[in-house]
């Protein structure tokens, strides 16, 4: 699930007193959003925890992983993207949006685990839903095949040409994919303001924002000229996948997001 922040409703001349003290204790007791400008500095709200639980139902080794955020292109010239999703402490659902990469006017469906979708005239059920992925499996066999069919190259060469490397379930570009990352346990660090960190098989991850106050960080991958992941307002504890790698969102500095290897 997405977490946006919480925002509190300041008002710069309340006019009843009822008003004013019903304003002052939710301020006490859950901070404020910081304005930058006007002399209004105040705290970051803290985002609010997922519900979860962070995943429901099962994920096979050939389903499609979109990430949260990202889009992943589809046989048959389609795509799809996880666009946001929803938990209730019980469930949970998932907003998946037609094309890889966003444009107006894109076709949303919202799914549950077990129902089933089609992008571009393909069809796929919903495996899994989880905080940070979505699984599609595909229901067409074809469609299983060119998914896990090997690249031209196992070397990237940027933008489309990377199409077999980013966006596949073949498992020896998953295995080179694993390999560029460290190994489980160990830190991966992404700083901030340094650039984009890039990886073998063509993914490039660059931190977009890092508030140490509030404890979240905002952390984006692309891959193929697509993003791949868009990893908002995650915070210490979180797991995130990257080219079929899990990670647990493990520190946030001012200079850094740090994940830790967990599978």
């Not at 006490?28 to 979860?52: F, H, I, N, Q």
């Not at 229901?139 to 069919?149: F, G, M, P, Q, S």
């Not at 993914?203 to 905002?218: E, F, R, Y």
Request: aromatic share 4%; glycine share 14%; hydrophobic share 40%.
């Amino acid at each position: 699930m997405y977490r946006p922040a919480a925002r509190n409703a300041v008002t710069t001349a309340a006019t009843a007193t009822a008003t004013a003290a019903a304003l002052m204790l939710l301020l006490s007791g859950c901070g404020t959003s910081g304005g930058k400008d006007g002399g209004d500095e105040r705290e970051p709200t803290a985002v609010a925890a997922d519900k979860g639980p962070v995943c429901v139902g099962e994920a096979s080794k050939d389903g499609v992983r979109l990430l949260r955020g990202g889009g992943f292109r589809l046989p048959g010239a389609g795509g799809a993207q996880y666009a946001s999703g929803a938990s209730d402490g019980a469930t949970r659902t998932a907003v998946l949006r037609e094309g890889a990469a966003y444009e107006d006017g894109q076709r949303e469906q919202t799914v549950s685990v077990g129902g089933q979708v089609t992008f571009a005239g393909h069809a796929y059920t919903v495996g899994q839903i989880c905080s940070y992925r979505v699984v599609l499996e595909p229901r067409d066999e074809r469609d299983r095949t060119a998914l896990a069919a090997a690249p031209a190259s196992m070397k990237s060469a940027g933008g489309a040409a990377d199409d077999g490397l980013c966006f596949t379930t073949n498992p020896e570009v998953l295995a080179a994919a694993s390999k560029g990352f460290p190994a489980e346990g160990a830190t991966l660090s992404i700083l901030a303001n340094g650039g984009a960190a890039r990886f073998p098989t063509g993914l490039s991850l660059t931190v977009a924002a890092i508030d140490p106050k509030a404890g979240t960080a905002h952390f984006k991958g692309v891959c193929a000229g697509v993003m791949v992941a868009d990893y908002e307002d995650v915070r210490i504890g979180d797991t995130v996948e990257l080219a079929g790698v899990r990670f647990e969102v493990a520190e946030l500095t001012e200079k850094a997001v740090r994940l830790r290897r967990t599978a």
